[in-house]
């Protein structure tokens, strides 16, 4: 048995072995897929995302995540250093045995099987060559032959439409009188309807908020403003061709 090899060299052992661990609960796994999959670093082999950040990807309260990353740190997938919380967010390693279990799988499966008789493998094949054993070639090439005639579809295909890229939305509870209102005064100083207008009003965990572009109106500098006021000009006119049929939308 070797030692433990890089973990982006046995990253598809680790994740099979982690999906094939019969004791570990559901959220346990989908936690550790999420931070393997998106936050760790290839060089350092960690990752450092927050509680609340695993918890809006995955859909779960912060308590359940909690609970998932004990789970995780006990059964031994992962080393964990806990942070204060105030710059300095937990620090999640795969763990070394678990990195040696998946680097042991690695080395099984790069095994090459003998192809020789009489060594307990598979047989080799018998080779076939375009030269017979009585000198000249049976049968030369024809490179005309070879070409491909048939009509490229990608030719004939429409050019492709240029979408405009998504943008994020956020959460602001409406107990954030601070920012709503900072909102509302910049949405006046662009000549747009109040904010009530845009039908995105939403409950996310029982409170009710909005879902807006960010946390805090944009600077007037940024090059994101031109992106939130096409938003905002949308989002009118969607509202325009389709009635509302409510205040609220329920978040997912």
């Known amino acids: 048995m070797s030692g433990p ?36 670093n290839g060089h350092t ?30 059964s031994g997938w992962f080393e ?15 763990s070394v045995a678990s990195i040696l279990r998946a680097s042991d799988a690695r080395e099984n499966t790069d095994k090459v099987v003998t ?20 000198g000249g070639q049976i049968c030369p090439p024809n490179p005309e032959k070879e070409k491909i005639y048939k009509p490229n579809p990608r030719e004939d295909a ?8 998504a943008i994020p939305l956020v959460f602001v509870a409406e107990t954030r009188t601070k920012q709503i209102e900072q909102w509302c005064r910049w949405l006046r100083r662009h000549g747009f309807p109040p904010m009530e207008m845009f039908c995105i009003r939403v409950v996310k965990d029982g409170k009710h908020g909005y879902a807006l572009p960010s946390y805090w109106p944009p600077n007037e500098a940024s090059a994101m403003a031109r ?16 009635p509302q049929e409510g205040d609220y939308i329920r978040a997912s």
């Open 45 to 74: 082999e960690k990752a450092w995302p927050s509680y609340q950040t695993i918890a809006d990807a995955t859909g779960k309260s912060v308590k359940t995540i909690q609970r998932a990353i004990r789970d995780l740190e006990t």
């Open 227 to 242: 992106n939130w006021i096409a938003f905002f000009n949308r989002r009118r006119d969607f509202i325009a061709e389709r």
């Open 158 to 165: 429409p050019p492709r439409v240029k979408t405009r890229p």
């Open 80 to 94: 964990i250093r806990r942070g204060n919380g105030i710059g300095h967010n937990t620090e999640y390693r795969p």
């Open 5 to 40: 090899r890089p973990f982006r060299d046995v990253k598809l052992q680790w994740l099979q072995q982690l999906s094939c661990d019969k004791y570990l609960s559901d959220n346990a796994r989908s936690v550790a897929l999420y931070i393997i999959t998106t936050h760790l």
């Open 115 to 134: 192809l020789y008789p009489g060594e307990s493998g598979q047989n080799r094949p018998a080779r076939r060559s375009d030269v017979s054993g009585e």
